[in-house]
């Protein structure tokens, strides 16, 4: 995990372009270093040269589901310790179920409001 004088590695994994974009800016603004893959395999592979603190991985991808991004997450002994943020714009009561079934340690519903993001990262990277 990081130590309060190192910046937050953050990883984006998510095929929407413009929502990265926007991510990037609003995580960099935020003190975080912060990579971005928009594809699955893109982002398995960042995973393990980032090593990032926290994830933020899209239920829905073209090449991937999100769900079984996050399980080989789990299941790998360098990278079961990263945060894992669930995004996605389906309803939560569709997706809440999965996030103790994959290991994911929270939903994020798109769209969200800045407020939103900087009170999950308050919440849950150390400063």
Known sequence: ???PSKKPRI??????EDFVA?????L?????????ALDAAAGLKKVKTFHPDLVFLDVLMPDANGW???RKLRNDSETKQILIVMTTGLPPSEVQP?????????????PFEEKELKN???RILPR
């Open 28 to 36: 960099e603004s935020e003190g975080c270093r912060v990579r971005a």
């Open 1 to 3: 995990m990081t130590t």
């Open 120 to 122: 999950l990262l308050a």
């Open 11 to 16: 990883l984006i994994i998510d095929d929407e």
């Open 22 to 26: 926007e991510m990037v800016m609003r």
């Open 68 to 70: 079984e991004i996050c």
């Open 98 to 110: 999965s996030i103790e079934n994959f290991g994911a340690n929270f939903l994020l519903k798109k």
